[in-house]
């Protein structure tokens, strides 16, 4: 009897060896085609998320599954049509699943429902979707990134003085949570600050946000204390409506995004602060929840990838330089 329970034990561990050798296998000859569809490509953010997109590629191939990456968006990143195309394209190849940053929340919503009813999942990473269909959202709080705005212009200012608020475009979830919660903590916190203007759009370019700046600064410039933007286009167009105004320095600038024309400027004093996300974790683990997904692994339906505020005072900071210098070489070759 024993002997028959010892030759029932040893069948047991070589079936259940052979059932985990048969999943190996499985996982290793799984191979996936993913499309990762930007805003835009123009912009370091979107370069971060296709580094990103393409690590986990990388880690994927190591570990026996090969992944396929197809990077590409609309020429023009307010191009909303064309990102619409973009995405009925890749339905129609039928590829194993979509990453895409919407550039309108609600534009966007009908081409994802044609990929769920064609078998596609997909990711929304960066800025969200009116739908559900998403299988996850990967995206930093944004509402919250506007906050630390708020607070960093609160504390420049010590309390009180005169700021504006240069909106990026509209539908656009991203930069609309980030406007929603500047404006909001401005109002609840700062009684002592007026917001002087904040239904002004810089559009989709930082020469569209440049003339944008220029005609707020021609109508308050003298008497603003505070400037925010919500985005990189934005900001960089504020900076050098501020630089050709001769105000670079002299108005509190707090901007959104990462740029190497960001950090010089604050070293040089005409921007107090960015808040900066993750772009790069965003492309990451976008790919790596889809491809998770098509293994037949649970995924979070929403995943934070954070937000950080950085200054002059930070600026030095390994996390800093982390987030601000992100391993683009390394990926993009």
């Known amino acids: ?61 190591k570990a026996g599954v090969n992944v396929t990456i197809i990077w590409k968006g609309p020429m023009r990143e307010d191009d909303r049509e064309q990102q619409v195309q973009v995405v009925e394209g890749f339905v129609t190849q039928h ?5 895409l940053a919407p550039f309108d929340k609600n534009a966007l919503v009908r081409p994802v429902e044609e990929a769920k009813r064609a078998g596609i999942p997909t990711v929304v990473v960066d800025s969200g979707l009116e739908s559900t269909d998403p299988i996850s959202f990967v995206a930093s709080n944004n509402y919250h990134g506007g906050e630390l705005a708020a607070d960093e212009m609160g504390r420049l200012l010590g309390g009180k003085g005169k700021v504006l ?7 656009v979830f991203s930069t609309e949570q980030r406007e929603k919660g500047f404006i909001e903590r401005i109002k609840a916190a700062y009684p002592n600050i007026q917001l002087i203007s904040s239904n002004q759009f810089a559009g989709a370019t930082r020469d569209t946000a440049k003339t944008a700046a220029e005609n707020l600064l021609n109508r308050f410039g003298n008497d603003l204390d505070g400037l925010f933007t919500p985005n990189e286009s934005s900001t960089a167009g504020a900076l050098l409506a501020l630089e050709d ?17 960001f950090v010089k400027a604050m070293r040089d004093g ?63 070759k």
């Open 270 to 332: 005409k921007l107090q602060g960015i808040v900066v996300q993750n772009p790069f974790r965003m492309g990451e683990l976008g790919v790596k929840t889809v491809v998770d997904h098509l293994l037949g692994n649970a995924v979070e339906k929403r995943v934070d990838t954070g937000v950080t505020l950085i200054t002059p005072t930070n600026l030095d900071a390994q996390e800093s330089q982390t987030l601000l210098h992100p391993p683009l070489e390394t990926y993009l």
């Open 1 to 61: 009897m024993k002997r028959i329970m010892i030759a029932a034990g040893i069948a047991m561990v070589v079936i259940g060896c052979a059932k985990h050798e048969q999943t190996t296998a499985a996982k290793s000859a799984k191979s996936f085609t993913v499309a990762v569809i930007p805003q835009g490509s123009t912009h370091e953010f979107w370069k971060s998320i296709h580094a990103g997109a393409m690590k986990t590629a990388q880690d994927e191939g």
């Open 165 to 171: 608020a240069l909106r990026y475009q509209e539908g």
């Open 245 to 261: 105004a001769g105000k670079a320095g002299k108005i509190r600038f707090i901007g959104f995004d990462t740029s190497e024309v």
């Open 95 to 99: 590829v194993d699943g979509i990453v």
